[in-house]
């Protein structure tokens, strides 16, 4: 069910208030629907109130009104004369009708000792012919219906309302009316209340959502496509707290372009003041007589001067003025493969198809030289492939090395660690190839993913985007 469930902010909002006004609705639909049955109770109760009233009161004038034989009260329905009530004691009896219905019998002049209403779904055999508007013939024919041109079908029955009252003398006067339910005008009111609550509501929640999604995704899209250097704004646009929040974000901006400044003229001071004092020793250097302790300086300086180099890059990665341009991968891969096999290196590269990716050429080349550079120094050999998944492209450096233990691969990312405990550089590297690499890997969309081989050795995998 995830996948119903909106991702954005105002598509949540929406989808919440939504489910609000429809559950909303449901309450307020049910309460109609009891207060519609309700009224279908009452409307039935009341025609059978006003039948017996009318019964009694024609009685009191014509005595044959009891022995059934006036046409009319035919027609009205007889009412049932009993020594017993037609509500019996295993019916449920409704304390409010029988309330209603005595004060209206008291407010037109009757007396009675005790009265009972009940409903039932179907009617029984000792009310048959004691009960009204169950009558469709008569409903069609009505001449009120019949002049209005009304031909309607009437409501369905779904069930009798049973009145019963005891009269002065013990006896028992009774009579039934059919409940008709009176509900598609109830269902079109309820479905064009809903229609109309969602249009009054959802329309301008829409639209405040638009105006303040709008820029928050302009916000999101310079955050993620964030680059050191941008002196451009973003427009303050939206509610106050969105205002405020990008003007915030502004200020952030600037004060992160203003520490990188620092850290770039830093760094190159650094790099200035090293390198000056490196390259004077390594003049004197040369003249020291022992061949084998001047080799040894020279190495020292030479490894000093490469971890200088690496952190320089590695702190200036993010800064760099070369533009991404769209390389051709194959080619790229063949010229660093040439540059380690002049040198004598074992590297095999097996070329597939054509593939380019948007890259800033001269980082790849140096992250690739890093990772086939490891694969040489632990396992002597380095074996390359390329691999196109999605818009994703995989360059594969398999070496035959020892590999690393699992719980140690990512920790070799950590700046300084080297998979060589030694500190020489033959042959365990300044301990930032793995770091410089992921760096310049992660700027471009991508990664470095280490994983060792089943048949032995590890693969190093540089993940670059296509697009």
Do not use: C
Not at 121 to 141: E, F, L
Not at 316 to 323: D, F, H, N, P, V
Request: charged share 25%.
């Amino acid at each position: 069910m995830k996948w119903l469930w909106p991702k954005s902010l105002v598509g949540q909002l929406l989808l919440i208030v939504a489910l609000m006004l429809l559950l909303a609705q449901g309450v307020n639909s049910f309460l109609l629907y009891r207060g519609a049955k309700n009224q279908n109770l009452v409307e039935a109760s009341t025609s059978a109130l006003s039948r017996i009233v009318f019964g009694l009161d024609r009685q009191a004038n014509d005595r044959s009104m009891r022995r059934g034989g006036d046409m009319r009260a035919k027609r009205w329905g007889r009412l049932k004369y009993s020594p017993q009530s037609a509500v019996t004691d295993d019916m449920q009896r409704l304390p409010e009708l029988e309330a209603r219905a005595g004060q209206a019998f008291a407010n037109m002049g009757f007396g009675f000792s005790d009265i009972r209403v009940t409903f039932i779904d179907d009617m029984t055999s000792d009310m048959n012919g004691h009960m009204i508007g169950a009558n469709r013939r008569g409903w069609r024919n009505n001449p009120i219906n019949r002049s209005m041109g009304d031909r309607r079908t009437p409501p369905e029955i779904t069930g009798f309302v049973i009145i019963s009252a005891r009269q002065a003398d013990g006896q028992w006067v009774s009579i039934a009316s059919a409940v008709r339910q009176r509900t598609p005008l109830l269902v079109r009111t309820l479905l064009f209340q809903t229609i109309t609550i969602y249009l009054l509501m959802l329309i301008p929640l829409i639209l405040l959502g638009r105006y303040i999604s709008r820029p928050l995704k302009s916000l999101t899209a310079r955050a993620q496509g964030f680059q050191p250097g941008e002196t451009e704004e973003l427009p303050e646009q939206g509610p106050p707290d969105t205002r405020e929040l990008i003007r915030a974000f502004n200020v952030m901006s600037g004060r992160v372009n203003a520490m990188l400044n620092e850290k770039d003229v830093m760094l190159g001071a650094i790099g200035h003041d090293l390198r000056t004092p490196l390259a004077a020793l390594r003049v004197r250097v040369e003249s020291v007589e022992d061949d084998g302790e001047r080799e040894r300086m020279i190495a020292g300086i030479e490894d000093i001067d490469h971890m200088l180099d690496d952190i320089l890059s590695l702190a200036r990665l993010g800064r760099s003025g070369e533009q991404a341009d769209r390389v051709d991968i194959r080619s790229l891969i063949e010229t660093i493969v040439d540059e380690f096999t002049d040198l004598g290196h074992e590297v095999r590269y097996q070329r597939g198809e054509k593939q380019s990716a948007v890259i800033r050429e001269t980082l790849v080349r140096r992250a690739l030289r890093n990772l086939i550079g490891n694969a040489i120094l632990y396992g002597e050999a380095a074996d390359i492939s390329v691999e196109k998944s999605d818009d994703k492209l995989m360059i594969h450096v398999d070496d035959n090395g020892p590999g690393i233990p699992e719980g140690k691969i990512e920790a070799m990312f950590e700046p300084f660690l080297r998979g060589e405990a030694s500190r020489n550089r033959a042959t365990g590297g300044s301990g930032l190839g793995l770091t410089l690499a992921r760096a310049i890997a992660r700027d471009h969309g991508g990664d470095i993913i280490l994983r060792n081989r089943e048949q032995g050795g590890l693969r190093a995998t540089l993940v670059l985007s296509v697009t």
